[in-house]
């Protein structure tokens, strides 16, 4: 991952380069956006207690960026669930102005329509972003601990093949800036339900004197190589928000008031 731009900074995946013609994917950082601390400055999340005007410039903004009409900011509920939804033609849009007009009761949103902006809200939950280069197709994945441990990532790559007939094959995957191993300390009981809903061919939970800490990201590509991706289709920021919460936002860093960035997902 890579910066592209700044003001409002962007971020992009080399994964993803080659086809700039008919994808545009990436994330957002916390700076160029006019929200005011906590949420300072570049926050794209109605549900975090910022003021709604400031947001929804903020997505403009991104918006502007991305050369697309702001009614094409199209976002989920987020519920920390695992279910998937193709996004219809009449939902582009929904969301952009009001969180109660999301897409309800899902942390994936998956498309196969031209000038729809996909967009999840991050503030240390891991960010997937999947693009099916041979169906021009892509999805964005909410992934937090209770997500990964239900299985989101492979449930989601499963839905694009029912929903579009991807194969996991032609899928490239993004897992993007989130809390890493250093920063993600957890107790008993979340490490045993993050083990338990997959076979994990490596340790993703470490058990050491300093506490209990797992790797989201590793699970996650777990998650995608074993629903059939290859390795090389993916590509890991490997960049812990909660380090860095100087660039994204970070909901432990900041004791969980603070704003989100966002991935995002655009077919052209
Ligand atoms: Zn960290």
């Given at each position: 991952m890579y910066k592209s731009s700044e003001y409002p900074f962007l971020y992009h995946f080399s994964l993803f380069d080659s086809f700039s013609a008919s994808l545009s994917a990436g994330v957002t950082g916390r700076k160029g956006g006019i929200s005011n601390a906590p949420y300072d400055s570049f926050n794209t999340a109605l549900h975090c207690g910022d003021e709604t005007e400031a947001v929804i410039e903020n997505r403009k903004r991104l918006c502007e960026a991305l050369h697309i009409d702001f009614s094409a900011y199209t976002c989920s509920e987020q519920i920390h669930g695992s279910e998937s939804a193709a996004v219809a033609e009449s939902q582009k849009g929904a969301g952009c102005r009001d969180y109660g007009s999301t897409i309800k009761g899902t942390d994936a949103l998956m498309t196969d329509r031209k000038g729809i902006l996909l967009n999840i809200h991050l503030a240390d939950c891991v960010p997937l972003i999947f693009y099916d280069w041979k169906k021009q197709t892509g999805a964005l994945v909410h992934a937090g601990w209770k997500g990964t441990a239900a299985g989101i990532a492979g449930k989601t790559v499963r839905a694009m093949r029912e929903a579009f007939g991807s194969s996991p094959e032609s899928i490239l995957a993004a897992i993007g800036p989130s809390i890493g191993p250093c920063c993600f300390e957890i107790g008993s009981d979340t490490a045993d339900k993050i083990e338990s809903g997959f076979n994990y061919s490596t340790d993703v939970i470490s058990r050491e004197?300093?506490?209990?800490?797992?790797?989201?990201?590793?699970?996650?590509?777990?998650?995608?190589?074993?629903?059939?991706?290859?390795?090389?289709?993916?590509?890991?920021?490997?960049?812990?928000?909660?380090?860095?919460?100087?660039?994204?936002?970070?909901?432990?860093?900041?004791?969980?008031?603070?704003?989100?960035?966002?991935?995002?997902?655009?077919l052209k």
């Amino acid at each position: 991952m890579y910066k592209s731009s700044e003001y409002p900074f962007l971020y992009h995946f080399s994964l993803f380069d080659s086809f700039s013609a008919s994808l545009s994917a990436g994330v957002t950082g916390r700076k160029g956006g006019i929200s005011n601390a906590p949420y300072d400055s570049f926050n794209t999340a109605l549900h975090c207690g910022d003021e709604t005007e400031a947001v929804i410039e903020n997505r403009k903004r991104l918006c502007e960026a991305l050369h697309i009409d702001f009614s094409a900011y199209t976002c989920s509920e987020q519920i920390h669930g695992s279910e998937s939804a193709a996004v219809a033609e009449s939902q582009k849009g929904a969301g952009c102005r009001d969180y109660g007009s999301t897409i309800k009761g899902t942390d994936a949103l998956m498309t196969d329509r031209k000038g729809i902006l996909l967009n999840i809200h991050l503030a240390d939950c891991v960010p997937l972003i999947f693009y099916d280069w041979k169906k021009q197709t892509g999805a964005l994945v909410h992934a937090g601990w209770k997500g990964t441990a239900a299985g989101i990532a492979g449930k989601t790559v499963r839905a694009m093949r029912e929903a579009f007939g991807s194969s996991p094959e032609s899928i490239l995957a993004a897992i993007g800036p989130s809390i890493g191993p250093c920063c993600f300390e957890i107790g008993s009981d979340t490490a045993d339900k993050i083990e338990s809903g997959f076979n994990y061919s490596t340790d993703v939970i470490s058990r050491e004197e300093n506490g209990i800490h797992a790797d989201l990201w590793k699970a996650n590509e777990e998650q995608l190589l074993e629903a059939g991706l290859k390795q090389h289709n993916i590509e890991s920021a490997g960049i812990c928000t909660s380090c860095h919460n100087d660039e994204f936002y970070s909901y432990r860093a900041e004791g969980g008031l603070t704003g989100r960035f966002s991935a995002y997902l655009l077919l052209k």
